[in-house]
């Protein structure tokens, strides 16, 4: 029996060459004119999941790593 991937977090989440999960940040869609650069700026990257949340997404992405 195949294991199902969550669709939403196929959608979300990549994995890097290193096995790390990398996201986009939330809050940088709409209402952009009332945060200052620097608070835009800090979306600019991505940013990997905490130790804690490793675990529930690998459950998740059964065929990811």
């Known amino acids: 029996m195949s294991l199902k991937t969550r669709s939403g ?3 979300r989440v990549k994995i890097t060459g290193t096995g790390k999960f990398k996201f986009a940040k939330a809050g940088k869609r ?3 004119m009332n945060k200052s650069s620097k608070a835009k700026g800090r979306h600019k990257y ?3 999941a905490a ?3 490793v ?3 690998s459950r998740q992405l059964p065929y990811g790593r």
């Open 30 to 32: 709409h209402l952009l």
């Open 51 to 53: 130790s804690c949340e």
């Open 46 to 48: 991505g940013k990997s």
């Open 9 to 11: 977090v196929k959608k």
């Open 55 to 57: 675990k529930r997404i």
